[in-house]
């Protein structure tokens, strides 16, 4: 256990830090593992539909700085490379 005070707050700011990115990490991958069962599927309308989601939670990652901004536009391109070559 942190015995300094800054040590303390350095604690609590990373455990706050780690529940937020959490809730990025699990939204990115909750959509992007959505996309890629309905690809496998031969659903690409709806693959297509739920696409924004997935762009809009990827830059809002990289935004906020839990994912590099390369980082999430090399996962938009994979997808959309994915969702166009099953087509």
Do not use: F
């Amino acid at each position: 256990m942190p015995i300094k005070q800054a040590a303390k707050k350095a604690l609590r700011q990373s455990i706050t830090h780690k529940k937020r990115n959490l809730t990025y990490y699990g939204k990115i991958k909750d959509l992007i593992k959505q996309i890629r069962s309905l690809v496998s599927q031969k659903k690409i309308k709806e693959a297509k539909d739920l696409l924004p989601q997935v762009y809009k939670a990827l830059d809002k990652a990289a935004k906020v700085g839990v994912i590099k901004k390369n980082a999430a536009n090399r996962k938009k391109s994979r997808l959309t490379k994915l969702i166009a070559k099953s087509q």
